[in-house]
């Protein structure tokens, strides 16, 4: 199987990237882990980038051309769909439009509700039932594009924030590959 590249942007701890260079590993996985970018020096993720010797770039999104230099960098690595895993940052419609490919968004609720941040608080003060985890394609709008993959979990009344960041993550190893593969079936 000729394995597709992808691209992880990451902000923060990167442990969904962690999951996805694991995954990527199985022989009839679609994709391989390329290039990592990050927009902060300091993202814990950037030691799976060391460990498993995967190139990384560091971006500085204050500076006026820091997205010709990321879509240089991946036309260098060939790369084929960008995954977005707790990258904290806006993706422009410029960006969106100027790579042409695949942008995938991993976010952290059952969307279209609880679009946006601190969605484990608002969970818990709208007394929802249920919570989850959304796979998603990147459009102009935030958190808005086509949903690729869903998972849910039932809230115990004794949960708190914690629990429910918890159960959210572990369901996102899941739907984060399996997103993925479903991309590419599908093509
Ligand atoms: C995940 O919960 C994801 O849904 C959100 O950011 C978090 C990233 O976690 N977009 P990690 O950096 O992969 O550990």
Redesign the pocket.
Known sequence: MVKKNVCVF?S??????NNLIKRSREYNFPVKIKLIVSNNINAE?LKYAKINSIPFTLINTKLNNFERKIFKELKRYDISLICL??YMKIISKNFIKLFGKKIVN???SLLPKFKGLNTFSRVIENKEIRSG?TVHLVNEKLDSGKIIAQKYFFINECDKENDIKIK??RL?YLAFPEAIIKLYRNN
């Open positions: 990451i923060g701890r990167g442990t969904n990237l993720g895993a707790g991993i976010h952290p985890c959210t993550q996102e």
